[in-house]
C-alpha cells in the first residue's frame, strides 16, 4: 500500500492539472493530503460507492471555480462539486481521481435588501449562518433541513433541501430566484432574477436547483425572504396506532388548516430519542404528532381545531405546549431523531456494528396512512426493525431502517426492505425521495418513477448542457 | 385574391396531412374554414408578425394530441399550440402554412382532491372554470390573470402567468406540482408529482411552465390548491406623485407587512376608467394604490399599519373600504383599466385610429420610485401618452404606451418609448417581462437580458427537445 502511495502521490505533485490548479489558487486552495483526500470521498449516505478524489480544490470566487472547471476540462479529469457533505443519497460522493471542488472557502454574504426581500449568497455559506443574518433585518430564510447547522446553501439549492417548515413555506426551489452557475465550457451562465416576478425565458435557475451537481457549479445564489412569523403554539397528539396519525393528518388537510409544522414520529424513534435524551416522551405510544400553527391571533382557535381532529381520529392524548419553552423541546426531540435512531441502531447489535439506512419517500397527503401500515408490513415481512419519523403534513416520511452490518444476511434484508419501500411509495402515487435527493442511492428507482421517456429527456439536458460528463459522473443518471 | 385562394383550399382539403389529421381526429376537429384560420392567426399582442395557419386542430385527448404531433412531424409541418389567444406577447402567433393545435376541446377538470390539496385538469380548462369547481371544496386557485375569465390554465402554464393575488401567494408556476407533456417525437412525457414534495430528477415541470409552447404541448396539468383564504379588508391610498406611491410600496415592504393585493393606478388610467364607468375615483391624483389584507383577526391592524406607511410616503388621502361591495367596487375598476384604456386609445385620436401598446416590466421593488420617474420621463422625451398600472408590490408595472396607428410617426415613437422602458428596466436590476412573457414581442431583449450564454443555454435545451424546430417555431428565441 505505501509503495504504490508514495509513487502515485510524486506522480500527483508534478501533474499538468495539479500544476495549472495551483497557478490558478495557490497552493493553499488545492489539497492533496491522503487523509483530506479520504475526508472528502463521501457524504453521509450509507449504500453508496465512492472513489479517492485526485485533488480537492477550494477556490474562493466564481473566477476560481472558472479556472477549476477549464483544468479540469481541458484535462479530462471529471469534477464532483461538494459543500458540507451532508447530503443522504450520495450526490456528493467522489469518484476516484476526480477533481473536487469544495464550496467552503465561498462563504459570503453579499447582499441583503430589506425592501426587495432577496438575499445574495456564495454556495458556501451555512444555512443558519443565513438564517441568522436575515433575522437581524426582521427578516427570515425558510427552508431548514435537519443539517441545517452545518449544511450550506449551496448544497441545499443543489439537492432541493427540505425541511420541517415546508408543510406551509415550501422547499429550497421556492425562494431561490436567481443563480450564477459556471458551465463545463467554463462560461459563467446567470440566470432568473432579483424581481419579484420574471418570466424571461426558460426557467433555467429552477433547472439547476435539484440538479446535484450534475449540470453546472453554482457560484452565487440570490434568494427570496419573507417577513419574520408571528410567534407558533404547539401541541403534541398520541396515538395509538401510525394509522390513525396518518388519518389525523388528513383530517387536518380536508378541515383547510395550514399547520406550520406538522411531524410525526413513531414507536421505534420515541424510545430512541428517550433513551438518548430522557424527556419524558410517551414511549409506550404507537405514533406521535407535532403540529404548530402560526397564524397570529388565529392561534389559539387553529390549534384546537387540530386538537378536534387529532381526538376524532383516536388520539389516546393531545396536549398543548404551556409555553415557548416547552414547544421549544418538543422541537429539539424532533431534530434528535436522526442522532438518536443512528445511537440505537449502533448498539441494536451484539458487536455495535448496528447502521442506520435512512430512506426517503412521499406519498401524496391522503395515502399517509397506507404508506405508514405498509412499512410496518414490509418490516415484519422482512424481518428488521424499521423506525418511521418525518414531514407528516407533506406526506413525506423517512423510514429508518436498523441494519447489523457484520451480518450479510442483515445488510440483505435492510436493502429488501429499503426497495420495498419504494415500491410501494410509487404505487401509493408517490415519489421515491421526497427531499433527500437521487444521488447514486436512488438512480434505478428515479428511472423507474419517470419512465423511459423521462430518463431520455433527462439525458438529452444532460447532454446538451454537459456533453463530455464532466460534472458530478454517475450522479442521478 | 380569390383567384389564388381557391386552388390553394382546394390542395389543402386533399393534402395528405390533412388527410391523417382528419383520419386521426375526426372532419369536426380539424377546420379549414377561411375565417377559422383567420381567427386563430393571433393572440392580443400587438407590433407582433403573425400567419395564416393551414389547418386548425382541436383535439380531444392526450392521445389525439399525439396524433397531431407526429402527423405535423411527418410532413415537416410546424405546430402552433393555442389556448384561448389571450397572450399579450405573440407567443400563440401562428406561421404561414402551420397546424394551429388548439386545446379549446381539452377542457375537462378531471380530479379534484381535498385531502392532498390537488386538481388534475386538462389544459383546455378556464382559469374561472377551475377556480369556481375548487372553490366548491372549499380550496383556493390563486393565480389569477387579467384574462382570468376567458384563459385556459394550459395557456397559463405556458406563459407562467401572474396576477393581483402574486404578491402574496406567487404566479402559476408555484402551483403546478406535474405535467404531462407530448413531445416532438410524439412520445408522451409524465414530468412532477402528486406529492406536496418531490425530488427526483431535474424539475421538468418548472422547465415546460412558462416555455410558451416551443418545448412540447401540454395536455395535463396537476396543480396544487389552497385553503380559500379569509376575507380580507381593502383601502385606497391618493397620492400626489407615482413616485410617493412607489416609496409607499418600498415602506409596506420594509415593514414586514405582506398585503394580499398591492396594485398601481396612475392618473391616466383613473382618468380611463372614471371615463369608461364611472365610479367617483379620484381623476385629480396622480396615482392610486390599492391595498388588501387577509390576515384574518389581525387584517384591521395591519391594514391600518399600510395606512400609516402611506401616509408617511405623503399620501393626500387615505380611506378603507367601509364594507365588501365597496372593496369588491375598488378591485372591479382595476380589472377594468386594460379595456378602458383601450377605449381611451381608441379616442385619443381624430380618426379613431388610437391603439395601445402594452408594456410589461419589473424591478425590485425598492426600484419602483425610480421606473415610474423613468417612466414619466420617456413618455415626455419620447412625446406619447403613457399610462402606468400594474402589481406594484411585486415591482411589476404595465406602462401602457397610447398611438395613433394612422400615423407611422406616432408608432415610431410608440416602439421607442418602448425599447426606453426596457432599457430603463434592466438598468434597475429589472426584467424585460413580469408576466407577460417574450413570445414574438421581446425576443431581443429576452436576449439582452440574459446575455449570449443564456441564449446558448436556452439554444442547447431547445436543440435537446425539439432539435427540428417543429414546436412555435420563431418564439421566444
Redesign the interface.
Known sequence: MITWRRPSLRRMAGSPLLDDLRAALGDAAVLTDPDLLRMHERDEADLCAAGTPLVVTRPRSTEEVVAVVRAAARHGVPVVPQGARTGLAGAANAVDGAVVLSTVAMDRILEI??????AVVQPGVVNAALAGAVREH??WYPPDPGSWESSTIGGNVA??A?GMC??KY??T??YVLGLTVV?ATG?????G????????????T??F???EGT?GVITEITVSL???PAESLTLVAVFGSTAAAGTAV?GI??R???PSLLELLDRVHLAAIEAYRPMGLRTDAQALLLAAVD????AAEDLARIAEVCEAAGADEVYAATDAAEAAALLQARRLAHPAMEKFAAGAFPGGNGGLVIDDV?????SLAALLDGVARIAAECAVPIGVVG?A????MHPNIVVDRADPASVERGRRAFDEIMRLGLEL??????????GLL?RD??AR???P??V???Q??K???DPDGLFNPGK?L
Do not use: F, Q
Request: include cysteine; hydrophobic fraction near 35%.
Open positions: 435588501d430589506p425592501v426587495s426581500r432577496i426582521g427578516l439537492t432541493n427540505g415546508c408543510v415550501g422547499v426551489t421556492e458551465l462560461e459563467v451562465l446567470r440566470t432574477r432579483r424581481t419579484a416576478k420574471g418570466v424571461a425565458g426558460y426557467d433555467l429552477r433547472l436547483v435539484g440538479s449540470l419573507r417577513p419574520a388528513a388537510a380536508e383547510g388548516l395550514s397564524t397570529g391571533s388565529r412521499a406519498v401524496p397527503r391522503g414531514h403534513g407533506d406526506g413525506n402515487g408517490g415519489t421515491c425521495t421526497g427531499e433527500h435527493g437521487v436512488k428507482w428515479l418513477e419517470i419512465g421517456v423521462g431520455r429527456v433527462h438529452a439536458i447532454a446538451a448542457l442521478m
